[in-house]
């Protein structure tokens, strides 16, 4: 067989090579990470070897796709705009802000733009663990307006992770109340455990509250906060460090729920 054709694509943060009969049908693709190639016949093989020839590395197995596990049914089976896991860190002031981008000159800068600096950056650290067996959702909608900044879900267990911007301020803690610089003081804390708690009873799993504080020039808790973890952004990737709580296959039927915007709908 002549003219077929490699594609290269990414999915989930992982490059498959599909290879294409002329009429651009999907007969196989290769995952470079997985060190397989999936054949949709066995008819093909020879060719689709010859094909993927100078792109694979390494010993490979060829086969037939594996069965899909239940978690992965369950994401075919998501519309797209049920599916959370497409959200961008800060997905819902990116929203706000283009529907609204405010006055073009103004004294002080727009407080939602210092907002979203700060989920981005512990965004894409979060992003970061996906290697490790984590999953991260950024801006999960609760029912009333509010929302989770991000839902990291791994062998560690479930963490909402909540940011907050607080860039050459001193911090001080004093359970439920945070104060940052010169801002009024606010019982942020018990907002944290509340929707820590909607989470919960969402997914059915033990959801655990953590405050991220980007960029503090200091932090003061003279007591420990009850049910929240406090670190700065340069700690995230801490989390990942947690283990042998929950199996892989927990971890994915958790993540394939917790991206289901219905999911949400009852909290």
Request: a neutral charge.
């Amino acid at each position: 067989m002549n003219g077929l054709r490699v594609i290269p694509t990414w999915r989930h943060g992982r490059e498959w090579l599909y290879v294409c009969l002329p009429d651009g049908r999907n007969i196989a693709w290769y995952d470079r990470e997985a060190a397989r190639v999936n054949l949709l016949g066995q008819d093909h093989e020879d060719e689709v070897l010859r094909a993927l020839r100078p792109f694979l590395t390494g010993q490979v197995t060829v086969g037939p796709p594996p069965v899909p596990t239940p978690a992965e049914l369950a994401r075919l089976a998501l519309h797209p705009d049920d599916d959370l896991a497409p959200n961008r860190p800060g997905e819902a002031l990116l929203v706000a802000l283009d529907r609204d981008p405010g006055p073009n000159h103004r004294l002080r800068p727009d407080p939602r733009r210092r907002a979203l600096a700060a989920e981005q950056t512990v965004g894409d650290a979060l992003d970061g663990l996906d290697g490790a067996g984590w999953h991260a959702l950024h801006s999960v909608p609760l029912p009333g307006g509010d929302r989770i900044h991000h839902l990291l879900i791994g062998p560690g267990g479930l963490y909402a992770v909540h940011t907050l911007y607080a860039r050459k301020q001193r911090v001080r803690i004093t359970d439920p109340v945070i104060a940052v610089g010169r801002h009024d003081p606010d019982p942020l804390l018990r907002r944290l455990r509340t929707d820590a708690d909607r989470a919960s009873y969402a997914l059915t799993a033990e959801v655990r509250p953590v405050l991220v504080l980007v960029d503090p020039a200091g932090v003061s808790v003279p007591t420990a906060p009850r049910a929240v973890q406090v670190l700065t952004a340069t700690e995230v990737e801490a989390l990942a460090h947690r283990g042998g709580i929950l199996k892989p296959a927990d971890v994915e039927a958790l993540h394939a729920m917790a991206r289901d915007r219905n999911t949400w709908a009852r909290v």
